[in-house]
Nanobody
Framework: QVQLQESGPGLVKPSQTLSLTCTVS??????????WTWIRQPPGKGLEWMGA???????YYSPSLKSRTSISRDTSKNQFTLQLSSVTPEDTAVYYC??????????????????RGQGTQVTVSS
């Protein structure tokens, strides 16, 4: 059973860079066909796909966030990381890491992903 766990600061100041890590256990992030994904859900809104990193290290980003988003990985730690720069209060959300056999870039439910973390609240405020 693959398990994912998000970690990172719960409070970030405006204009700073948000950095979150997803630690994966029970499976390798280099396993063929999996796409390791970041999704967020702002308060009162639906899910927003942010981007993904594939088993081979290829990255995919939401066009609306691409200029501020970077997803990387550390295969030695079996982790992948999200960095979102120049944050504003509109970036306040619950952030999830998840994985599936393909890129799901318009999720309506977290259940669409094979495995997912429990989510972590990030608030952008001074």
């Amino acid at each position: 059973q693959v398990q994912l766990q998000e970690s990172g600061p719960g409070l970030v100041k405006p204009s700073q860079t948000l950095s979150l890590t997803c630690t994966v256990s029970g499976g390798s992030i280099t396993t063929n066909y999996f796409y390791w994904t970041w999704i967020r859900q702002p308060p009162g809104k639906g899910l927003e796909w942010m981007g993904a990193i594939a088993h081979d290290g290829s990255t995919y980003y939401s066009p609306s966030l691409k200029s501020r988003t970077s997803i990387s990985r550390d295969t030695s730690k079996n982790q992948f990381t999200l960095q979102l720069s120049s944050v504003t209060p509109e970036d306040t959300a619950v952030y999830y890491c998840a994985t599936h056999f393909r890129v799901i870039d318009s999720p309506s439910s977290l259940n669409e992903y094979k495995y997912r973390g429990q989510g972590t609240q990030v608030t952008v405020s001074s």
